[in-house]
């Protein structure tokens, strides 16, 4: 009897062992679909150009971009919406007949109401950010003329909506002086799920650092982090990573807070929010003329992580984005090699590695303004792509194959889904009980069964 316990037990751990390897595979990213955008209803020589996505609450995708012919920079604005296939749903919505240039195209998605946010920055001389609230069927439900309401020139917008609905806006605020160098400030706005104005347009500094490249996003449901660039710093006398917190209810701003200060320049920051009041700050890091991709992981009022190397290599690593799905999160961007390739690379909400870094798209076109967004467990990838002296918008779909399974809250909207680990009490129970009825269950029953004896 024993004999036979003995090897009962070896049988039933080896099978164990090849459950767990089974069912607790590591996550990885698959390049699922790629496309570009129907040029069906546009001329031979019309170029699209700066593309802003979002998916809606119902998990398609709005796409929002602008249009040139003859060099210009930017004429026609547009938007499109696609399902998750990546397939057009009807025609594309031109939503601005001026012929004026364009760029910087941003959008999001309010949980709260399902409207989605697209704006822009519009003009030659006197650029200003603009704005239309749009349903998920390109219906326009109001339009912003200058909403910033600042009598300076605005540009590079970027979006950031909380899960109450709360809605932020970062601008580079220049201001053109004829006696002295021109003044760059980053500057925020906050409105309600309703687009009620909740924070005042309110400047990071009034210094003579030139502050641009502005990231937005909520560190809760309240704290607006703006993540910027900043050059002239006192300490390395180059471009360093700064970031700034507003509690958007209370008014109220927090100190500066160092993201990367240290030799060399940094360009280019892109932030995510990754939940439990952190985010993921992603930057392009020059030195000897040479650039490559770091990360880090913020609270509030200090680092949780180290810099760590995202792509270091003796290739150019470019203008980089990341996406959260909050337990998981893709950093992406584009290697100037021998041609441009999109890479991407899957992180765990703690900075961990997950797998190798794939590529997403190694078209040899040349790419540029390369934007993403998540949902559910999808990314979102879209980026000027240029073909034969003319640009389009590709489109490129990753899937997150997860190591853990998702549950809905009872009640909660799509892109509510939250992981195994970040499950509240209540569910983890329920789990429990789902795990007694699974294989490691009945596994674990006959192991204790054995010891039994």
């Given at each position: 009897?024993?004999?036979?316990?003995?090897?009962?037990?070896?049988?039933?751990?080896?099978?164990?062992?090849?459950?767990?390897?089974?069912?607790?595979?590591?996550?990885?990213?698959?390049?699922?679909?790629?496309?570009?955008?129907?040029?069906?209803?546009?001329?031979?020589?019309?170029?699209?150009?700066?593309?802003?996505?979002?998916?809606?609450?119902?998990?398609?995708?709005?796409?929002?971009?602008?249009?040139?012919?003859?060099?210009?920079?930017?004429?026609?604005?547009?938007?499109?919406?696609?399902?998750?296939?990546?397939?057009?749903?009807?025609?594309?919505?031109?939503?601005?007949?001026?012929?004026?240039?364009?760029?910087?195209?941003?959008?999001?998605?309010?949980?709260?109401?399902?409207?989605?946010?697209?704006?822009?920055?519009?003009?030659?001389?006197?650029?200003?950010?603009?704005?239309?609230?749009?349903?998920?069927?390109?219906?326009?439900?109001?339009?912003?003329?200058?909403?910033?309401?600042?009598?300076?020139?605005?540009?590079?917008?970027?979006?950031?909506?909380?899960?109450?609905?709360?809605?932020?806006?970062?601008?580079?605020?220049?201001?053109?002086?004829?006696?002295?160098?021109?003044?760059?400030?980053?500057?925020?706005?906050?409105?309600?799920?309703?687009?009620?104005?909740?924070?005042?347009?309110?400047?990071t500094a009034t210094d003579d650092r030139k502050q641009t490249k502005p990231s937005a996003a909520f560190l809760s449901s309240s704290n607006l982090s703006v993540v910027y660039?900043?050059?002239?710093?006192?300490?390395?006398?180059?471009?360093?990573?700064?970031?700034?917190?507003?509690?958007?209810?209370?008014?109220?701003?927090?100190?500066?807070?160092?993201?990367?200060?240290?030799?060399?320049?940094?360009?280019?920051?892109?932030?995510?929010?990754?939940?439990?009041?952190?985010?993921?700050?992603?930057?392009?890091?020059?030195?000897?003329?040479?650039?490559?991709?770091?990360?880090?992981?913020?609270?509030?009022?200090?680092?949780?992580?180290?810099?760590?190397?995202?792509?270091?290599?003796?290739?150019?690593?470019?203008?980089?984005?990341?996406?959260s799905l909050g337990d998981y999160v893709m950093v992406a961007w584009i290697e100037r090699a021998e041609k441009d390739i999109i890479k991407a690379q899957l992180y765990k909400?703690?900075?961990?590695?997950?797998?190798?870094?794939?590529?997403?798209?190694?078209?040899?076109?040349?790419?540029?303004?390369?934007?993403?967004?998540?949902?559910?467990?999808?990314?979102?990838?879209?980026?000027?792509?240029?073909?034969?002296?003319?640009?389009?918008?590709?489109?490129?779909?990753?899937?997150?194959?997860?190591?853990?399974?998702?549950?809905?809250?009872?009640?909660?909207?799509?892109?509510?889904?939250?992981?195994?680990?970040?499950?509240?009490?209540?569910?983890?129970?329920?789990?429990?009980?789902?795990?007694?009825?699974?294989?490691?269950?009945?596994?674990?029953?006959?192991?204790?069964?054995?010891?039994?004896?």
């Amino acid at each position: 009897m024993k004999t036979k316990g003995f090897f009962g037990f070896v049988i039933a751990a080896l099978l164990l062992v090849m459950l767990s390897a089974s069912c607790f595979a590591a996550a990885e990213l698959i390049v699922e679909q790629k496309t570009s955008l129907d040029r069906s209803e546009f001329t031979k020589s019309t170029e699209l150009r700066n593309p802003g996505i979002t998916f809606t609450t119902s998990g398609d995708i709005i796409i929002g971009f602008t249009t040139a012919s003859g060099g210009r920079t930017g004429s026609g604005l547009f938007a499109e919406k696609l399902d998750s296939s990546l397939a057009k749903i009807g025609s594309a919505k031109r939503l601005v007949d001026e012929a004026l240039p364009k760029g910087d195209v941003a959008a999001i998605t309010n949980p709260r109401s399902g409207d989605i946010l697209l704006v822009w920055h519009e003009g030659k001389t006197a650029q200003r950010i603009k704005g239309d609230l749009l349903s998920d069927s390109l219906e326009v439900k109001e339009s912003y003329d200058n909403f910033l309401q600042s009598p300076h020139l605005q540009v590079e917008p970027s979006l950031a909506v909380s899960d109450f609905g709360y809605v932020g806006i970062a601008w580079t605020d220049w201001m053109q002086r004829s006696n002295g160098p021109d003044s760059y400030d980053v500057y925020v706005k906050a409105y309600d799920s309703r687009m009620k104005i909740i924070e005042h347009s309110r400047g990071t500094a009034t210094d003579d650092r030139k502050q641009t490249k502005p990231s937005a996003a909520f560190l809760s449901s309240s704290n607006l982090s703006v993540v910027y660039q900043v050059e002239n710093t006192p300490v390395s006398y180059g471009s360093d990573i700064i970031m700034k917190v507003y509690d958007v209810v209370k008014n109220y701003t927090f100190e500066d807070v160092p993201v990367e200060i240290s030799l060399g320049n940094q360009y280019n920051p892109k932030a995510a929010a990754i939940g439990n009041n952190t985010i993921f700050i992603v930057w392009e890091d020059e030195k000897d003329n040479n650039y490559n991709i770091y990360g880090k992981i913020m609270a509030q009022d200090h680092q949780l992580s180290d810099k760590f190397g995202i792509a270091v290599t003796q290739y150019d690593e470019k203008m980089p984005v990341v996406a959260s799905l909050g337990d998981y999160v893709m950093v992406a961007w584009i290697e100037r090699a021998e041609k441009d390739i999109i890479k991407a690379q899957l992180y765990k909400r703690n900075g961990q590695e997950v797998g190798s870094t794939i590529t997403a798209d190694n078209s040899s076109t040349f790419k540029n303004n390369l934007v993403a967004t998540a949902y559910d467990s999808n990314f979102l990838l879209a980026f000027e792509d240029y073909n034969n002296l003319k640009r389009d918008i590709s489109l490129v779909k990753i899937n997150l194959k997860r190591d853990k399974p998702l549950y809905v809250l009872e009640g909660s909207t799509a892109n509510q889904t939250i992981a195994e680990e970040n499950l509240t009490e209540k569910l983890d129970n329920i789990q429990q009980q789902k795990e007694k009825q699974s294989f490691f269950g009945i596994v674990w029953g006959f192991l204790k069964s054995l010891f039994s004896r």
